[in-house]
């Protein structure tokens, strides 16, 4: 039996782009892509959690699994704890977060993150991917993470920073953050514990509440860069990046 349970927050209140989970792509909806592309992986049980009966109701119209949580969370780890205590499977190690609104990332990449953190024992780790736009340097849409080192395809590095615009295009060792986290079940138990910081409401990233508390981040390399759905040009992108592939 695997010892990573994978769950995907989403919620209907997305101010950049209302009703983003539920806009469709070869006629399924954003989440439910997203939602595949974890199963595909096949490194342990899926499950979408969410506050929205529209959304639970459109994962179970297809056949997916998903958990009604309580509509307000501060986060989507705070929302993904809530399910996994609902849940109440046994023997679980980790539990890896996959953000519900990037129907594009590979599958490769979830599966080469969990032997990461397995492997190396890790507590709390993420993926970084290179950076080939420098223009994405300074798109607030995309959040970027610095780390002590420079990464490669084998191995991990320790994030210090992460951030959606800086003027320091000096900084080295910068890459395209990828929305997915992989927790060990203390690890995750001791964050959502955590008071929201200054720096996580006043730039929308919950990493940066373990950063603050000088929680320690992992980053592993990503294979590719996927293209998440912020606004509605992403969105027309990504369809129609999509619907060429079928």
């Known amino acids: 039996m695997s010892k990573t349970l994978i769950l995907i927050p ?12 539920l806009l469709e792509i070869n006629k399924k909806s954003i989440i439910y892509h997203v939602y595949k592309k974890a199963v595909d992986a096949k490194i342990g049980k899926v499950f979408v959690a969410t506050g929205d009966k529209k959304i639970y ?15 307000n969370h501060k986060s989507g780890t ?16 980790y539990v890896l977060n996959i953000q519900g609104d990037e129907p594009l990332i590979d599958k490769n990449d979830i599966i080469n993150l969990n032997k990461n953190v397995i492997y190396n024992n890790l507590k709390f780790c993420t993926l970084g991917a290179k950076i080939k736009d420098k223009k994405k340097l300074k798109d ?5 993470v610095v780390t002590k080192h420079k990464l490669n395809k084998k191995g991990f590095a320790e994030a210090e920073k992460f ?6 295009n000096e900084l080295k060792n910068v890459y395209h953050h990828v929305g997915i986290y992989q927790f060990s079940v203390s690890k995750l138990k001791k964050f959502v514990r955590l008071n929201q910081t200054k720096n996580e409401k006043k730039f929308k990233l919950e990493q940066l509440r373990a950063l603050d508390n000088n929680i ?4 592993v390399l990503a294979k590719t860069t ?5 606004t509605k040009s992403d969105y027309k992108k990504v369809k129609k990046l999509m619907e060429r592939a079928t």
Request: with cysteine.
């Open 216 to 219: 320690k981040i992992n980053v």
């Open 140 to 144: 607030e849409n995309v959040v970027k």
């Open 78 to 93: 705070d929302r993904i704890y809530e399910a996994f205590k609902q849940l109440k499977l046994k023997n679980i190690k």
């Open 10 to 21: 989403s919620r209907l209140g997305a101010k950049r782009l209302p009703g983003k989970p």
């Open 163 to 168: 951030f959606r615009k800086s003027k320091l």
């Open 57 to 71: 109701k459109n994962i179970i119209s297809q056949g997916g699994k998903c958990v009604l949580t309580k509509k």
């Open 226 to 230: 996927p293209l998440g759905i912020d």
